[in-house]
Structure formats: structure tokens, C-alpha cells
């Protein structure tokens, strides 16, 4: 089966039943989607499917074949961070890092459909994503920064 992964065509061998973030970090050693509760809940494992935010832990290889995934990995441009990494960098927007992919990737994902969200449009898009260390203010604010970052 074949998938795009952050603009490149790969092979998986796996079984089809095999979930996405398995085969993201494992097989390709994209590390950006982390293992966080295995449920689709907390948001750690969150890539782009197709453009839009998906859990990669309760995805499988069969449910993106033929599908275009992107990682935190792939949304660098020629190595350097995108808008939204650039932002969350500015504002110091982490502190054990844990739940920065699914911020990022939700941030990536919101500002791709509305290049101008209020604070209630970032809350809303940011909900489903657990942190537990409190850089929620930085976090909001990386948003916030991101947004203005893409428009310019």
C-alpha cells in the first residue's frame, strides 16, 4: 500500500490494520506524533490527514491509503520551522513539550480553514488537546501570533 507522507510517496508492508502512528514512528522514524493515550483523546498523536486534523494512534494504514499525511515534521519548509512553529517558538509556548504536536498540528489545521480566529475559534480548536503543565496562556498567544504570521 502506498501513502504520502509530508510530500513523499511511501511503501508500507504492514498489515492494514496496523495504526498510522505505529507506522509514522516506527517504520518512518517521525517522532513528532507521540503515543499519548492510544484513544484518540489526549491529541499527542494528531497529524493532517488530507489537510484535516486526525488522531494517527486510532487511524490505520488502510483507512490512509492513497491519502496524503503530514506530520509536524512536514510542515517545515526547506528545514526551517512554518508559521505556526515559528510562533510557539516566539512565545515560548511549551514546557515538557508533550502535548506540542497536537497544538501545533490543531493550530496548523484551524488557521488553514480561518486565517483569523477570535480566542474563542482558538479555544474551540485547541479543546481536545490535553497539556497539563499550564503554558496554556503562551499557547493561546502562539495561536494568536501564528494567525498574524500566515496573513503577512
Known amino acids: 500500500m502506498r501513502i504520502l507522507v509530508n510530500g513523499k510517496t511511501v511503501a508500507a508492508s504492514l498489515p492494514q490494520t496496523t495504526p498510522l502512528l505505529s507506522f509514522l514512528r516506527n517504520d518512518l522514524s517521525l517522532n513528532g506524533p507521540k503515543y499519548g493515550c492510544g484513544l484518540g483523546e489526549c491529541g499527542a498523536c494528531s497529524v493532517l490527514v488530507d489537510g484535516r486534523l486526525a488522531r494517527a494512534c486510532v487511524f490505520t ?17 526547506d528545514g526551517l520551522p512554518d508559521s505556526v512553529q515559528q510562533a510557539f517558538i516566539a512565545c515560548a509556548a511549551t514546557q515538557c513539550g508533550y502535548c506540542l504536536n497536537g497544538m501545533i498540528m490543531s493550530a496548523r489545521a484551524l488557521i488553514d480553514v480561518n486565517p483569523d480566529p477570535s480566542d474563542a475559534d482558538i ?23 501564528a494567525a498574524t504570521l500566515a496573513r503577512a
Open 61 to 77: 494504514l488502510a483507512d490512509v491509503e492513497g491519502r496524503a499525511v503530514t506530520t509536524l515534521e512536514g510542515l517545515s519548509v
Open 123 to 145: 479555544r474551540e480548536a485547541l479543546r481536545f488537546n490535553l497539556c497539563r503543565c499550564g503554558a496554556h496562556i503562551e499557547i493561546i498567544a502562539a495561536v494568536r501570533l
